[in-house]
Structure formats: structure tokens, C-alpha cells
């Protein structure tokens, strides 16, 4: 249940933390690497995805070239040899002219670029070529047929018209429809996109067969790329959560061994459903930080770099104009996050008390009904749910701002590249398909970013609750394990005396409930334990347990101060029965045998021996039968007969006994007088007594009041003394 | 984080559900059409960007663009995103906050509906589960009705215009293209019923770690004293590998889910380079409408993982209305009678048998007894023999049969709750007290107290000194942020907060089981003079606690077994005699020695 909410809700990112958490992931790390390495298979491929795109529409659709039209075959040969250095050779089609793939200039150092865009020679326009040898038939037919006519359009050194190498027009209308090359130079075929649109499908196919078999294939490598993207996507999730899962698992058991191990007083101080909540919900944040936080993290980083890689690869400068936009960036993210983790940290607030305020509710409920308070429970439940629903929209409202900033700034940087791309591409020095790459990549750019602002929040909550476990695992234990510093255990045969000297023992500093208890139980003997509410006897048994450590004095079995005693060998020796029976949800025979592997024999014969067998005969299964919850289906005495029967079967030098006050009929009463009886023969036991039966049985009592001992001695001695037993006595006897 | 049983189905499947969510949209309906308004205003101006883009591309492409052309077009993409930007705030407030409020009223309605149900609701249904309620599943329909909302709208409207214009640059090609989307439908059909059973396996095992965890950590006493440490911390660890089982589950669907729709667009975009470089090649399109088609295409990714994203949404959303809605069609067990006045506070039952709601056994059979105003009726018998369940029919925290119980000469159902209820004054077997301070406490029932009526209150259950003693007398707060009361103490505040009210009919169960004997005789002498007067009822397993009552009823396994005076009970020889004799014998008072340190 998380209704527990604690207020350490200003959680920021803490590096130590941090590392102490992924210490739980460091036996999976091979899972993770693997896990990141098909990230970066993933990001590549999500990188290359849009480049195919660019691909197709660069070299194969709009495969296009620009004619330069030299003066002097000197200077043709010599822009030729500009291209070849810049490793882009141009396409030489006669002495004086050049065929430059579009976009080809940017490769050319910055001042002859320039130049030549300047340059006149330079057409404007931007042609399909084809070699000529590759003419398909049935354009070959449309050229034979208008040959004397291709003869004339043959670029003869003539003059250039309007920025255009004149071209011959196709008048006829017999090859109207047909390839009427614009410019036909030495062995290639110059086409702007207009004409050869004129063709027939069949023969674009024939003439263009090439363009559309890479085509093909850049098609089929981008179902691969797909494909590898799928993979790669599914098995870094898989794996990811694999390695978290697992080090969730080992870090709940981590934690729920650690606070077993913790003393009792950590139980007192935390309610339940709190500690609960550390090993169930909070173990979440660690699964939360490898997740989300580390590897999405990482991954958005990456596809972030990647992204701007591409565009220093594609375009530096453009690539550093969208840089530009960073710091904007980041003083954004600053600004509005101060704002956000205030109204958060309200909202966790208010929620918490909305839980609280529930649990309290349903708890209550028939207090609340027979007082009549429902009305005004309902207005006060109604006042908080409405202070969450407004600081809930305080947090809408605030996010409203951030992501709008945020979006102002990408759509600053994309129109950067609208602007800036576009005027290269105007001045040729980009071609369209780097330039729509670009755009792309820079939406690819921004959209990582955007989704590390929304995982703020994840990773502050993920923050506090690795918070609360560093609170859990930092606790030690008050009460602690001599068998660490190899101590001895008790000597066998362990003889079962119990001895109190001087103890003195207080819950909270200041407030003592044992101020000085000793006595002496020798083996074999019982003492019980009776007074007043508060007077300490629980805290006699708590402190004999060793539950708890005396402030000052000892406690001793055998001679032994217990705080030398390994808990092992202690428990061996101790039973203990509490008030309260606590039956766990298993099997009966788990239930009496707890720890110890007993025997099916042995766990009935102390059932048999506190008389549970009867009933226990009488369940579904028996001793295998599977108690419900707290042992729902069964009677107060018959789960105090079982805990007796628990005890029984661990056979202990010593016995430790809280009667427990529930009211029980007559004939179980009668039952578990017996079954105490058994409990106690040949035993040292120390008993918190209700009975007058087993205190009568003890062979000595003690009179507890205000945390001393006020009188001790057997039944008579005490009545013939008429102190304070004797009023207890007499008071409880209806006089 | 509970699994839902222990609640009927309330039928109707997994489609009266998504109706249910639809019909909390439509309570807000006008919000959130204005919210919507906004998202459709922005995404129809989204759609402009790629025109923009396009407009560019192909005056670069054909060569008539401009320098004006160029910085026109940065400059308009500027002042749309801006103007998105601003619209965006718009839907937000309007889609999100409604969402908000939605959760806010339908919380405070499951509040309201759930102080409706009767007792008996409570009893077989864990704090824990009722809790999730509130804090898992009102979030979750929450989550399915705003941003569900919003990713449906939102990714519908893309989905058509994207497809329109796809159509209208060329329809052949936007078909060819199209065709992987429309598997998406299959998709969410397969997925989407998948994911909600491993959703709902999930939250089971959950659960059941939470039960597990609960368990050992509420023995731990049980378990250091018998050195069971390793035992607990197996069973633990078996049942937490269970649940990073299903949890591995939930994420390999996830996994498969998300990056399968990303997959699917992909294949759109190969098809569209076979196709579209076909109509390319062989001049059906240009480049530039190509490019566009592309960048519609690009467009299409995002509502098709928002698809997906509804689909997880509207799962949890739709599994969490179940719950819901199993809670509100459980029936308010206890309405309110006509009757809003009675004479007087004389109890009277009359042949009362009574089993509780769903169950067989009867609880109680046959009680007839007759108590008149002012007069004290004292019951005693073993555990589970019916006595709390008698007083709490009388309370009508549970409904009796018709003709069964009369409170004043009138049958309890007839009356008001109001009625009854304000003129009794109740203090439960377990003392429950809020986390209110001490004062407010013993006010419960009336916040119009006085100081000095709570002090007097207090001074009659012996509570006062120790109230002194806490570090802000009466201001001091009870529970986890203030001091934790001893048992004992708590039950003398449950007196207090009892006798505070003046009330004609007293209601005392088994409420000193915690008190010290000295303590306990005091307040019994205490109580004899303020229940002078009024109506009482002493359930106790203390002889001296009931024996100057007028009536004294032993109950045995539901029945009376015996009835009369102390004396009277005395000369029957049964029970009574029994339970006399023995506390008599053995100072049974010793047994209410409870230790309590706290």
C-alpha cells in the first residue's frame, strides 16, 4: 500500500546515491551491456533510417547535374581537375564542357566555389544525364527519327540563351511524346525533369532501369534497417528489464533481510505499512533510475549527438547556428524547474494527506457512523482533494509554460535551418535531399530533448524513494549479533538458569520501565511475572529474548551475559509464547515447525501434546493444511494451542510465556490450562502470568509495580503477606 | 495494487467499462470540447509545416526560389510554431486540468459512496485494497479519460488529414503506402487484450508481495524468537521472483508493442520509396510531391505511437473502472428509515435472528429481551457467541429482519440513522482514536464542546492526569505524528469520547479489556453513577462488571442461554454460575494485567 508518503519529497539527483543503487545492477551488467549495445544498434538505425530516404531522392530520383559550358577547353580541363582533387570528378562531356552533380561545389575549396557560382559559364538549370550508349531503343528510334534534328541540337560550341544552353525544340508532333534530349553533348544526354516526363513509362523505365533497381535496393535495405530497429528496440527493452527485475529482486530481498536483522525498536518506531512500502513500491525507483533514467537517458543523449553529428557531417555550419540554441536551452530547463519541483513537492503534499486521511476513514468507519461525523469527514476529505486538485493544476499550469518555451526554442532552430539551408541550397551549395536531411534530423535533434524535460519528474520521484531505502539500509541494528565476533555459544548441556542483575531498561531516553530488576530462575524452575498495566513484565520477557538490551545490569542464562551469546545458539534454547498468536499463512506443520526442520513425528507429537491434534485432525488437510491470513478460519484458543504446540516441538532449556488475556469459553480455557502445564514440566520458565493457575503452579512470584520488583515469593507467602498481591488478589475476587 | 476479488463482477465486460469512462467525458463534456478545440486549431496548423517545407523544397527544386522565398518560410514556421506554442497552453489547461478535475470528483464521489456501504463491506475488504482504490484507479480513469481523450483526438485528426493529403497528392500511392497503418488496428486488438490480462496478473502478484511483506513484518517478534529469518526471507524472495515474472511479462509485451508501431510506419516509408521512386522514375509524381509524401508520412509516427499509447491507457483506465464500478455497485447496506423520532431509548428485540449479509450460519437466534428506558442490560458470553454483533445491530450497522428490534417502541429500520445514532453513546471493543489531538478526540461527536466538558469528560473515564502528563496536555496529537496511547489509555479517551455527548443510551463493549484492574473498579464506580439515569448496555466477559445490571443476557452461540438478574443467574447452575466460580477461584482479574508499554 503507498499511502505512506514521507517528506523527504525535495529529492535532487545524487551521484552517491546513485551509485550505491546501481551496485544492485552490477551482477547483471553483462544484461545491461548487452541491453545498451542494442540501444546503439537502435540509434543507429534510427540515425540511418532518414538518410536512405535522402539517398533515394539524392542519387537515384533526382539524380541531377549542372553544365558548365567553358569558354576555352583550359579552363574546362581545369575546373575538371578542381573536382577530381576535391575527389567529385565532373562529368567531362566534350573539351569544354563539364556535367557537375548538383551539390558537388560545396566539396570545391570556399573561393572556387564561389567563384564558380558566379561564373556565367555556369547553367542554372539542373538536368537528368544519360549516356548516350545506354539509349534504349525505343528512344533511340524517337533520336533516329528526328536525326538530323539531334544533329543540330549536338551543343556546338554555340551560345548560351538566357542562362540555358539553347536547346533544339521538338516540334514535330510524331515525337512529341518521345525523348527530345535538350541537349545531347558528346556521348550523354542532358534532360530536365519537365521533358523527360514526356516519355512514355516503358521507355523511362528503360532509360532510368538503373535508377530504379538502387531504388530497389535502397528500399530493401531500409526494411532491413527496419527490421534491425524492431530487434534491436525489443531486446534492449527485454533485457533492460531483465537486469532490473533481477536487481529489484535481489535488492527487496536485500532489504527485507536487512530490516529482519534490524531490532525491534525500528518495528516501533515505523508503522508497518510504511516498511512495507520500502520493500514493495520503493524498491521500484531502482528499476525507475536503470530504466528510465540511466539508459533512456543515454539513449536520448545519443540520439541527441547522433543527430547533431549527422548535421556537422551533412552541414558544419548549419549544424552550429542549431547549436546556437543550447544555452537558451538550458536556461529554460533551469527556470522552470525550480518552479516545478515546488508545486510537486505540494502535490505529493496534499496526497499524502488525502491518504491518510482515507486510511483513517475506513478504520474508523463505525466511529465515524455512530458519531455521526460522516458529513463532516466528507467536507474535510472534500477540502483536501480539492487543495490537491488545485495544486495539481498549479503543476499543469507551470508544465503549460515549460513546453511551449521549449517548443519556441526547436522551432527557432528548425527555422534556422529553413532559412540558412535554404540559402545554400539556392546557391547550390546543398542539394535538396541534404537540405530536407537536415530538417529531419534537426526535428530528430529536438525531440530527445523535449524527452529528457519530461523525465524530470520521474527521476525526482525515483530520487526519493532511493532516498527512503538509503534511510533503511543505513540503519543498524541496536541489538546486535555477537556470532559476527565469533563468540562461543551457550555450553552444552545448556542448564536453562535465568538470572536478572540490576537491570534497568527504558523504550525512550528519560523514561525508564525497569529501574533495578533482579532475580534468579534456577534451572527447572518457574517464575511468574504479575502487576499492573505498564509495571514491565513484557519488557522482562522482551529483554530475556533478547528482543531489546538493558540500559544497564545484565541478563544472564547459564552464567552467560546474553549480549556475548550468539543468537543462534540462544534461540536454540529459548521458547517463547506471546499474547498475541501470530499464525503465518502456511502449512500447520510450517507453522509449528517454523525454522527448525523437524519431522512430520515430531510436529504432531507436540500437537498432540497441547491436545491441538484434535483440531488440527478435523482441518481439510491437516497438517498440510494452508492457514489463512492471520489464521482467519481458526479460534483464539486453537491459535493459541498451535502456538503452544510451536513452542513445544522446539523443545527449549527455557520458556518464555505472555499468557494471553483473550476470553476463551470454558472448555478451550480448560485446554490450554493443560497444555500450559505440559509447557512448563522439566523447564525453566518464565511466565507474564494471568492465571491464577499457573501462577499458583510458579515457584516464585514476583509482583511487578512501577518498574521494580514490589514483593516476591509463592502464592501463600505472598497472601499471609497482604501487600500488594494480596489487594490484587482480593480485588479480582468479586468481594 | 490490489486485485479486484472479493467484489462481484458487475458485468456487462470490457465494453460497459469503456462506456462508463465515456460517460465521465461526457459529465465534462463542454471543458473538454474546448480543450479539444484548441488541439484541433493546433495540429491543423502543425499541418502547415510540411507546406511550408514543401513550398521551399520545390522553389529550390525548379529553381524559382528566392531569397524573400527562403527567409519567408523560416519566418512562418517561426510564427506558427509560436502561435502552436501559445494554442498548446490552451489545450493543456483545458484537457489536463479537466482530466484533474475529473479525478477529483470521482474521488470525492468513491468517498461518498464508500461511507454509504455498511460495516459488513468492511470486513471483506482489506484497507489496503479500498485504499488502491482511490490512489490506483482513480488516477488510472483519470489517465483514460483526459490524455486518452486527447491521444485519440489527436492522433485521429492527424491520421485523416495526413491520409487526405496523401490521397490528394496521389491517391495510388498514398494506398500503397497506407496499407502497414491499417494493420495497426489488428494490432491493438491482439496487444490490447494481452497487455490487460498480464496487467491485471500483475497487480495480483503485487498484492500478494504486499500481504507477504505485511505478514513477517507484523510477526517479527515470532520470527527472532524462533531464529526464522531465513524461512520468511525465502518465502518472501519466492513470491517477489513471481512478481518480476509477470513484471518481465507486462515488459515484454510493452516491449514488442511500442517499436512493432514504429516498425509498422517504417514499412510505410519502404513502400513509399518502392513506390513512390516508381512514380518518381516513371513520372507519375515529382520529387518535390514525393518529398511532401515523405514528410506526411513522417508526420503519420507520432499518433500512431500515441495509438498505441491510448491502447496501454485506456487498458489500465478500463481495468480500473472495473474495480471501480464494482466498488459503486456494491448497495449502501444501511438507509435511512422515515421515523425521526422515538419516545424514549427502551431496546426491545423480538425473536432477532440474524446472519450476516452472504453468509449461512446465523450469528444470532431467536434473542428476545425486553430493557426499559434507563434501565442497564449487561451481556456476557464466550468469543464469537454474538454479543458485539447484538449492539451493532442496535446501531444498525447492520440491517436486523424487520420487526426485530425496536429502539423506543420502534422497529430500528424505521428510523432515521440520525435518530439512533445521536442518541447513543458507543465505545467499540477496539478503541479506534484519529489522528486529531487529545480534545478533539473526545469531541469527536460534538466539535461544539467545551474545554471544561472535555476535562469532565476526561475526569470520568481517569483519563485526565494522563492527559496532563502528554507534552501538550489536551492539544497533544494522537498517533504516528503525535504519542501512541497505551491500550489501555486509549480505551479511557474511547470512554471519554463516549461519555462527552450526554447521550441517553450508552453502549460499552468489552471496553475496559485493557485496563488494570485497580483502574478498571474506579471507572466501573465511576460509570455506575453517570449510567443513572440513561439506557446501558455492558457487554463484558467480567462478572463484575455486568452483575448490577438489571438484565443480564448469556449468550451462547448466537442464542440466549440464560436471562435475569446476577442473583437470578446465579441458582440457574450454568454458564453464568460457571464463568462466577471461576473468576471467582482463580482472581481472574490478573488476566486484564496487560502490559502496555506503549
Keep these: 500500500m503507498n499511502h505512506e508518503q514521507d517528506d523527504n519529497l525535495d529529492a535532487k539527483f545524487d551521484w552517491e546515491l546513485m551509485k550505491r543503487l546501481l551496485a544492485f545492477i552490477r551482477p547483471y551488467r553483462r544484461t545491461v551491456a548487452w541491453s545498451v549495445l542494442f540501444m546503439l544498434l537502435a540509434v543507429l538505425m534510427n540515425l540511418a533510417f532518414p538518410a536512405v530516404t535522402m539517398v533515394a531522392i539524392d542519387d537515384y530520383l533526382a539524380r541531377l547535374y549542372q553544365v558548365y559550358h567553358a569558354e576555352s577547353a583550359e579552363s574546362a580541363s581545369a575546373l575538371a581537375a578542381k573536382f577530381r582533387e576535391a575527389g567529385r570528378p565532373a562529368v567531362e562531356l566534350n573539351e569544354r564542357t563539364l556535367a557537375i552533380r548538383a551539390g558537388d561545389q560545396k566539396k570545391l575549396k570556399a573561393g572556387d566555389a564561389a567563384a564558380l557560382n558566379r561564373d556565367p559559364a555556369l547553367d542554372k538549370g539542373k538536368y537528368y544525364l544519360f549516356p548516350a550508349a545506354e539509349c534504349p531503343a525505343g528512344a533511340g528510334a524517337a533520336v533516329g527519327a528526328t536525326d538530323g534534328k539531334t544533329e543540330n541540337g549536338r551543343i556546338s560550341g554555340g551560345g548560351t540563351e538566357n542562362g540555358r544552353i539553347s536547346g533544339n525544340e521538338t516540334g514535330s ?24 516526363r514526356r516519355l512514355p513509362v516503358k521507355t523511362l523505365f528503360h532509360i532510368r532501369g538503373s535508377d530504379w533497381r538502387g531504388v530497389l535496393w535502397l528500399s530493401l535495405l531500409a526494411l532491413g534497417i527496419a527490421a534491425l530497429n524492431l530487434l534491436a528496440d525489443y531486446w534492449q527493452a527485454v533485457l533492460l528489464s531483465r537486469a532490473g527485475q533481477s536487481a529489484m529482486t535481489d535488492l527487496r530481498a536485500k532489504l527485507f533481510a536487512h530490516l529482519h536483522s534490524l531490532s525491534l525498536d525500528y518495528f516501533s518506531r515505523h508503522p508497518m505499512g510504511r516498511l512495507v512500502t520500502r520493500v514493495t513500491n520503493d524498491v521500484g525507483a531502482l528499476n525507475d533510475l536503470l530504466t528510465t533514467v540511466l539508459v533512456q537517458f543515454l539513449k536520448d543523449i545519443l540520439l541527441l549527438l547522433g543527430s547533431l553529428g549527422v548535421l556537422f557531417w551533412l552541414n558544419p555550419k548549419l549544424a552550429l547556428l542549431v547549436t546556437a540554441t543550447a544555452p537558451l ?407 | 495494487m490490489n486485485n479486484p476479488s472479493g467484489n462481484p463482477p458487475p458485468g456487462g465486460g470490457r465494453f460497459e467499462n469503456v462506456r462508463a469512462i465515456a460517460e465521465l467525458v461526457w459529465r465534462y463534456k463542454w471543458r473538454f470540447m474546448l480543450g479539444l478545440l484548441f488541439l484541433l486549431v493546433v495540429d491543423g496548423l502543425q499541418l502547415f509545416v510540411p507546406k511550408i517545407i514543401q513550398h521551399e523544397v520545390d522553389a529550390l527544386a525548379d529553381g524559382s526560389a528566392l531569397l524573400a522565398t527562403v527567409w519567408r518560410a523560416g519566418l ?26 475529473v479525478e477529483r470528483d470521482l474521488r470525492a464521489e468513491l468517498y461518498r459512496h464508500l461511507q454509504t456501504l455498511s460495516l459488513e463491506y468492511y470486513n471483506h475488504t482489506k484497507v489496503g485494497t479500498v485504499m488502491s482504490y482511490a490512489t490506483n484507479d482513480v488516477p488510472a480513469v483519470r489517465m483514460a479519460t483526459g490524455m486518452a481523450l486527447l491521444g485519440v483526438v489527436d492522433a485521429a485528426f492527424m491520421i485523416v488529414f495526413c491520409t487526405v493529403i496523401m490521397f490528394c497528392i496521389n491517391w495510388e500511392l498514398a494506398c500503397w503506402t497506407l496499407l502497414p497503418v491499417s494493420l495497426l488496428a489488428v494490432l491493438m486488438v491482439v496487444f490490447g487484450r494481452r497487455m490487460h490480462r498480464q496487467f491485471m496478473k500483475v497487480q495480483e502478484q503485487f498484492s500478494k508481495l504486499s500481504d507477504r511483506a505485511q505478514e513477517s513484518f507484523s510477526a517479527v517478534r515470532v520470527v527472532k524468537a524462533y531464529g526464522n529469518e531465513a524461512a520468511e526471507l525465502a518465502h518472501f524472495d519466492a513470491c517477489s521472483r513471481r512478481l518480476a515474472r509477470e513484471n518481465l511479462r507486462q515488459a515484454k509485451l510493452d516491449a514488442l508493442f511500442n517499436p512493432l508501431i514504429a516498425f509498422l510506419t517504417s514499412c510505410s516509408v519502404v513502400i513509399l520509396i518502392v513506390a513512390g521512386g516508381r512514380m518518381v522514375v516513371g513520372g507519375g509524381i515529382t520529387v518535390g510531391e514525393f518529398v511532401s509524401m515523405s514528410f506526411y508520412l513522417g508526420l503519420l509516427i507520432w499518433p500512431m505511437l500515441a495509438v498505441g499509447w491510448v491502447v496501454n491507457l485506456v487498458q489500465r483506465g478500463t481495468a480500473s473502472m472495473e474495480r471501480l464500478r464494482a466498488v459503486f455497485a456494491t448497495k449502501p447496506g444501511i438507509t435511512d428509515g422515515p421515523l425521526a423520532q422515538v419516545a424514549d431509548t427502551a431496546v426491545e428485540a423480538r425473536g432477532l435472528s440474524f446472519a450476516y449479509p452472504g453468509t449461512e450460519k446465523p450469528v444470532l437466534r431467536g434473542v428476545s429481551f425486553r430493557l426499559r428506558a434507563g434501565g442497564t442490560l449487561g451481556i456476557v458470553g464466550s468469543t464469537g457467541a454474538g454479543k458485539t454483533t447484538l449492539v451493532e445491530l442496535m446501531m444498525r450497522l447492520y440491517d436486523p429482519p424487520k420487526g426485530t428490534l425496536f429502539i423506543g417502541g420502534r422497529d430500528v429500520t424505521e428510523l432515521k440513522l440520525e435518530t439512533i445514532h445521536e442518541r447513543i453513546g458507543y465505545v ?126 448469556v449468550l451462547e452461540d448466537g442464542r440466549v442461554a440464560e436471562a435475569g438478574t446476577h442473583e437470578e443467574l446465579l441458582l440457574n447452575n450454568g454458564y453464568y454460575t460457571k464463568l462466577y466460580r471461576m473468576q471467582k477461584l482463580e482472581g481472574r482479574e490478573e488476566g486484564k494485567m496487560v502490559d502496555d508499554r506503549r
Design chain 1, 173 to 196: 508532333g510524331k515525337t512529341e511524346a518521345l525523348l527530345s534530349p535538350s541537349h545531347v553533348v558528346g556521348d550523354y544526354w542532358l534532360v530536365t525533369e519537365e521533358e523527360l
Design chain 1, 329 to 735: 536551452f538550458v536556461l529554460a530547463t533551469l527556470f522552470f524547474k525550480v518552479k516545478l519541483r515546488d508545486v510537486y513537492r505540494q502535490s505529493r503534499k496534499y496526497l499524502s494527506s488525502l491518504n491518510a486521511h482515507l486510511a483513517e476513514d475506513i478504520a474508523g468507519f463505525k466511529i465515524i457512523q455512530v458519531f455521526r461525523q460522516a458529513e463532516r469527514r466528507r467536507r474535510e476529505y472534500g477540502a483536501v482533494n480539492d487543495g490537491y486538485y488545485r495544486s495539481v493544476l498549479r503543476e499543469v499550469i507551470w508544465f503549460g509554460f515549460f513546453r511551449p518555451t521549449v517548443e519556441i526554442i526547436c522551432a527557432a532552430g528548425a527555422a534556422m535551418v529553413l532559412v540558412y539551408g535554404g540559402l545554400m541550397t539556392l546557391t547550390g551549395v546543398m542539394t535538396i535531399g541534404v537540405f530536407v536531411a537536415c530538417i529531419t534530423y534537426v526535428n530528430r535533434m529536438f525531440a530527445p530533448l523535449a524527452a529528457m524535460c519530461d523525465k524530470y519528474t520521474i527521476m525526482q520521484s525515483a530520487m526519493a524513494a532511493a532516498e527512503r531505502l538509503q534511510c533503511v539500509l543505513d540503519e543498524k541494528p541496536t541489538v546486535t549479533d555477537p556470532a559476527a565476533s565469533a563468540a562461543a555459544p551457550l555450553a552444552e548441556p545448556v542448564r536453562g538458569e535465568v538470572e536478572f542483575d540490576d537491570v534497568h531498561f527504558a523504550y525512550l531516553p528519560g523514561q525508564p520501565v525497569l529501574k533495578g530488576i533482579t532475580f534468579r530462575v534456577p534451572p527447572g524452575k518457574s517464575v511468574a511475572i504479575v502487576g499492573p498495566t505498564g509495571a514491565g513484565k513484557s519488557s522482562i520477557i522482551s529483554l530475556l529474548c533478547r528482543f531489546y538490551d538493558p540500559e544497564a545490569g545484565t541478563v544472564r542464562i547459564d552464567g552467560r551475559d546474553l549480549r556475548g551469546v550468539p543468537f543462534d545458539s540462544l534461540r536454540r534454547h529459548i521458547a517463547i509464547v506471546l499474547q498475541d498468536s501470530f499464525i503465518f499463512s502456511r502449512s500447520v506443520h510450517d507453522n509449528i515447525a517454523m525454522a527448525g526442520a523437524y519431522d512430520a513425528g515430531r510436529v504432531r507429537r507436540a500437537a498432540e501434546m497441547v491436545q491441538a491434534a484434535e483440531f488440527i485432525g478435523g482441518l481439510k488437510d491437516g497438517f498440510a493444511t494452508e492457514m489463512e491470513e492471520r489464521g482467519a478460519t481458526l479460534s483464539s484458543g486453537q491459535k493459541q494451542l498451535l502456538c503452544f504446540a510451536r513452542a513445544l516441538a522446539h523443545d527449549p532449556k527455557i520458556l518464555v510465556l505472555d499468557e494471553a488475556t483473550s476470553n476463551i469459553d470454558p472448555a478451550t480455557e480448560q485446554k490450554i490450562q493443560q497444555a500450559i502445564g505440559e509447557l512448563m514440566r522439566n523447564r525453566t520458565c518464565v511466565v507474564v502470568a494471568h492465571r491464577l493457575s499457573t501462577i499458583r503452579k510458579a515457584d516464585e512470584i514476583l509482583v511487578l509495580d512501577g518498574g521494580g520488583i514490589a514483593e516476591r515469593g509463592t502464592h501463600d507467602e505472598l497472601l499471609a503477606r497482604r501487600g500488594a498481591y494480596y489487594n490484587l488478589y482480593m480485588l479480582s475476587s468479586l468481594s
Design chain 2, 76 to 101: 512562418l514556421l517561426l510564427g506558427l510554431q509560436a502561435l502552436v506554442s501559445v494554442l498548446r497552453f490552451g489545450w493543456r489547461y483545458y484537457i489536463s486540468g479537466t482530466g484533474m478535475k
Design chain 2, 428 to 553: 467499540p471493543q477496539e478503541s479506534f482514536l484519529f489522528a486529531m489531538s487529545v480534545a478533539e478526540n473526545i469531541a469527536f461527536g460534538n466539535a461544539s464542546l467545551t474545554a471544561d466538558e472535555i476535562e469532565a469528560a476526561a475526569k470520568k473515564a481517569h483519563i485526565h492526569p494522563d492527559i496532563l502528563g502528554f507534552r501538550d496536555g489536551y492539544g497533544t496529537r494522537v498517533g504516528e505524528r503525535g504519542i501512541t496511547l497505551s491500550g489501555g489509555q486509549k480505551q479511557r479517551v474511547a470512554i471519554a469520547r463516549a461519555l462527552a455527548g450526554n447521550h441517553p443510551l450508552l453502549i460499552f463493549d468489552d471496553c475496559l479489556s485493557a485496563v488494570d484492574t485497580e483502574t478498571e473498579t474506579s471507572i466501573l464506580r465511576e460509570l455506575r453513577g453517570e449510567i443513572r439515569g440513561r439506557t446501558a448496555i455492558l457487554i463484558s466477559h467480567r462478572i463484575s462488571t455486568v452483575r448490577d445490571a438489571d438484565l443480564i443476557l
